[in-house]
């Protein structure tokens, strides 16, 4: 069953078709897509993001083959989306996907949701391990792989709309999770709960 994940800052709740609008708006920006893959279109054409939840998302949701959780603030009534988390199982090496807005970056809150997605894959629903893959120039993407305990396994070329650049796939299992996961714990004690102020900033496509 596709659940609601609580940490101590987020609420992550299964997309719906009411988040298309602010998938839109997010899609629109350089920053998020520039280290996806180009058979996303760029610049992002009007109801993309609708027909990729209609067409796509929800159907694989509901067929239990992809989850995909809105990002939330707890402390938002609204619960709008401001990222996106999601565990899909359609290629065997890109098992997990996130994006945030660039106003919530840099604030640990993609490390707080990976907690919880990483505890959710590997002894929630007992998966032997997790593999991912990233653009080696995405710092903080390789950041959240290196400090959940994940290794490299394999280097090759890749196209993003940034260009044709070196990636790494990585493997995360079971028992490194188990061992890291109180460190990535220890370093979200850095952002205080209480501290934490809703900001909802607009995007502008
Ligand atoms: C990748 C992304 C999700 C990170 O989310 P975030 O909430 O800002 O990440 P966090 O704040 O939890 O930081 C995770 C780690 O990366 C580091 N980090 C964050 N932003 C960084 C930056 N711009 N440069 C270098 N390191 C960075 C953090 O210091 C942290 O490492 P630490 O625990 O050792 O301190 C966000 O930058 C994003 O949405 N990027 C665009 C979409 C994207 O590229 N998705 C991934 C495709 S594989």
């Known amino acids: 069953m596709h659940l609601a994940l609580d940490t101590p800052r987020l609420r992550l709740r299964p997309v719906t078709l009411a988040d298309a609008p602010a998938i839109q708006a997010q899609f629109g920006q350089w920053e998020i897509l520039k280290y996806f893959p180009r058979k996303i279109p760029w610049p992002y054409p009007d109801g993309a993001a609708l027909s990729y939840l209609e067409q796509t998302v929800l159907p694989e949701m509901q067929k239990g083959v992809r989850y995909s959780w809105a990002i939330t603030l707890r402390r938002d009534p609204a619960q709008a989306l401001i990222g996106l988390i999601e565990l899909t199982f359609a290629t065997p090496y890109d098992q997990r996907a996130f994006w945030l807005g660039q106003s919530w970056q840099g604030l640990g809150l993609m490390t707080e949701a990976c907690f919880a997605v990483n505890d959710f894959a590997l002894p929630g629903l007992g998966m032997p391990d997790l593999l991912f893959t990233s653009a080696d120039a995405n710092t903080a993407s390789n950041r959240l792989k290196e400090q959940s305990g994940a290794v490299p396994i394999e280097h090759g ?11 790494t796939r990585w493997q995360l299992t079971d028992s490194a999770w188990a061992k890291a996961r109180s460190a990535v714990w220890r370093s979200l004690a850095r952002w205080n709960p209480d501290d934490f102020t809703i900001t909802n900033q607009p995007v502008s496509s």
């Open 157 to 167: 070329l890749y196209d993003f709309h940034a260009g044709r650049l070196p990636i």
